[in-house]
């Protein structure tokens, strides 16, 4: 494939190209910037149809496995996704679990096995720019820590990205985030002190102002997950409140022209 401009986003399960990159796919895929989602599982420690968890009577993994793959297929159509590669391994659950367990789990897949199949996609898209979760997955999910592992680690091999980033959710922010939530009764929990990252970690903030619709469409996708369901009951302007920007910490940086302080994953690359 010839070297377009090209970002590459490396996600654990169906749905979590939402919240953190949805934006900034539909946006870069309005401007004609080659789009690829990776996604690591198949998502089966998800929720079963009518809420069922894991381990629950009715729950069936393989089940719960096609249907996410089913709605990441949506959920990337309307995100204006080019290329979804999907490397079709075991979700291993929430940390504790006993998906965790699992012989064939992602989580307990060697690193350089998995890292290797990501470096051959990294070598037929050649990204400038990857995207995945910090080294503890964001909250802490053994498969978002593995897919950070990974992407680190194929990148290092293959030496194509231009940056990396990780995603990240602003600490301040994200308190306003769960009191609005809470105060719409749509949870009724409070995150962790050490929740989200603090802003002067994060080095670029992303406008998808314009595309805060098509995440809500996205997510309606993926309805049969409940942590869709508190967005989804949102009024939109309050939808629009929180999805309208995008915040990542660039990991790394080849690009000698981009700006400590950014508004776009491209800065320096056009």
Partial sequence: MAEQLTIMAIHAHPDDEVIGTGGVFARYAAEGIRTVLVTCTNGEQGDAPGGIKPGEPGHDPNAVGAQRLSELKESAAVLGIEHVELL?????????????????????VPVEQSAARLADLMRRYRPQVVVTYDENGNYGHPDHIQ????????????????KLYY?????????????????????????????????????????????????????????????????????????????????????????????????DLFSGLR
């Avoid at 391994?89 to 307990?108: K, L, Q, T, V």
């Fill in 147 to 162: 897919a950070n592992r990974i992407a680190l680690a194929a990148a290092a091999e293959t030496g194509i990205p231009d």
């Fill in 88 to 108: 079709g391994y075991r979700d291993s659950g929430m940390d504790g679990w006993e998906g965790n367990r699992h012989p064939d789990a992602f989580w307990n």
């Fill in 167 to 263: 995603t990240a959710i602003p600490r301040e922010s994200s308190r306003e985030m769960f009191e609005t939530l809470r105060a719409n009764g749509l949870i009724d929990f409070d995150p962790p002190e050490d929740f989200g990252t603090p802003m002067d970690e994060i080095t670029t903030f992303v406008d998808v102002a314009p595309y805060t619709r098509r995440k809500v469409k996205a997510l309606e996708a993926h309805a049969s997950q409940g942590d869709s369901v508190p967005f989804l009951n949102l009024p939109p302007d309050l939808q629009q409140l929180i999805f309208q920007t995008e915040t990542f910490i660039l990991h790394f940086n080849r690009v000698p022209t981009a700006p400590a302080q950014e508004d």
